[in-house]
């Protein structure tokens, strides 16, 4: 029997062009498997039109939505990050509840933070999927407890958010089934004893990636240095502090550091600028970066030390330019990275080793192949993508019997 499907992302569907966001990422192969049914829905949290005309895509709030304005505002005013997110997540909620009615059979998400939305769920009897965007909350609120200690910081952030967390667990609670894909996410929620747990791996992907052959100049640097590089949004869960401890204990005349990706006022942020400090010129801050080509264009290998994360884009960009990865075995990398081949896997929060798996990249650097690279990641993704596709239009078949 066909079924009436809504598929809900609290990302912006912006230029989706160049886009890795992995709500969006996931939309656009989900629109594959699911276009076979009499009604499918994809909610966004907003959207701008210049990027997409797709009709089955609605935004949940406009550009211009008076509430939405005031929150933006109040981050104006220096309120706290966390509670900024949070405020957001309530108002998605709230608007999403709205558009649920008795005539939906499924309702798939990747967000957790929707309880007046999954009491209308348990009203009319709809089925749920939760395709999670990060590994189990309650863990990584653990996790970020720990770290904190283990430097002496004090502050909050939206993952150790105590109501945010009320919310998470007010929510997951009630969800049909958990689809992971990749193994952080199975693994950290059958851990926490979670039933119906299904793996489905997917790996995602830009679309139309251009690969520039000629090297950018603009960040000065010798041929006997590794050119390392950081990109991320910088928090305490990307681990930046151990890939700059294990620097230390490298010759600045043996590598340069190359972090792109914004950091907000914490006192992280002041940690990060000590190690640096100390660390001396040979690191090279560039904010926010507009172009991804030129970046991976300036380095030589990215590391994504990650103490946990489940689907860091960055590793599966570098990969799909050839750019070889040291990534922890808490980040999905395990999915993706051939030990010495495309990359090398270290354990997360250890230094040593990923000073040790820079030393052996420097030391056999003429062995990485970006060509073998990206044909071997390509080769992968497109194996993923269709798997995905099979595997998820058998399972949505199944999940309202």
Not at 21 to 36: D, E, K, R, V, Y
Request: hydrophobic letters at 35%.
């Amino acid at each position: 029997m066909k079924q009436k499907i809504v598929y809900a992302t609290f990302q912006d569907y912006q230029n989706t062009r160049v886009s890795s966001a992995m709500g969006i990422t996931l939309q656009t192969l989900l629109s594959n498997s699911l276009n076979i049914y009499r009604k499918v829905r994809f909610y966004v949290f907003r959207k701008k039109k210049q990027y997409t005309e797709d009709r089955l895509i609605k935004p949940l709030i406009s550009w211009y939505d008076f509430v939405y304005l005031c929150i933006l505002f109040f981050s104006k005013l220096g309120i706290k990050y966390h509670f900024i997110r949070h405020l957001q997540e309530i108002y998605y909620d709230f608007k999403l509840s709205r558009k649920l009615h008795k005539k939906i059979d499924i309702l798939i998400t990747p967000n957790a933070w929707i309880p007046r939305t999954m009491k209308k769920v348990q009203k009319y009897g709809i089925k749920t999927l939760f395709i999670p965007g990060n590994p189990n909350d309650q863990m990584i609120y653990e996790i970020v407890a720990s770290e904190k200690k283990k430097l002496s910081l004090n502050y909050i952030d939206p993952y150790d958010y105590i109501s945010r967390l009320n919310t998470y667990k007010k929510t997951i609670q009630y969800f049909d089934h958990i689809i992971a894909i990749n193994t952080i996410y199975y693994d950290t929620y059958v851990s926490r004893g979670y039933k119906n747990v299904h793996l489905l791996p997917f790996i995602p992907s830009n679309i139309n990636v251009v690969i520039e052959k000629q090297i950018p100049t603009n960040v000065q640097y010798r041929s006997e240095h590794i050119r390392i590089g950081f990109l991320a949004h910088i928090v305490l869960l990307k681990g930046l502090h151990y890939l700059l401890d294990a620097l230390s204990k490298l010759s600045q005349r043996e590598y340069i550091l190359i972090i792109g990706g914004k950091i907000e006022n914490s006192p992280y942020k002041e940690e990060i600028e000590k190690r640096i400090a100390l660390l001396g010129k040979h690191i090279k801050m560039l904010g926010h970066i507009q172009s991804k080509e030129d970046f991976f264009n300036q380095i030589d290998i990215t590391v994504v030390p990650s103490i946990i994360e489940g689907i860091p884009m960055v590793l599966y960009e570098s990969l799909e330019r050839g750019v070889p990865v040291l990534a922890t075995d808490k980040c999905g990398g395990k999915d993706v990275i051939d030990e010495g081949k495309n990359g090398f896997i270290v354990s997360p929060g250890d230094a040593q080793e990923i000073y040790k798996k820079l030393i052996y990249y420097k030391n056999n650097k003429s062995s990485f192949n970006r060509e073998h690279i990206i044909t071997d990641f390509k080769n992968k993704t497109k194996y993923s993508h269709e798997k995905f596709i099979r595997d998820f239009h058998s399972y949505i078949k199944n999940v309202h019997t």
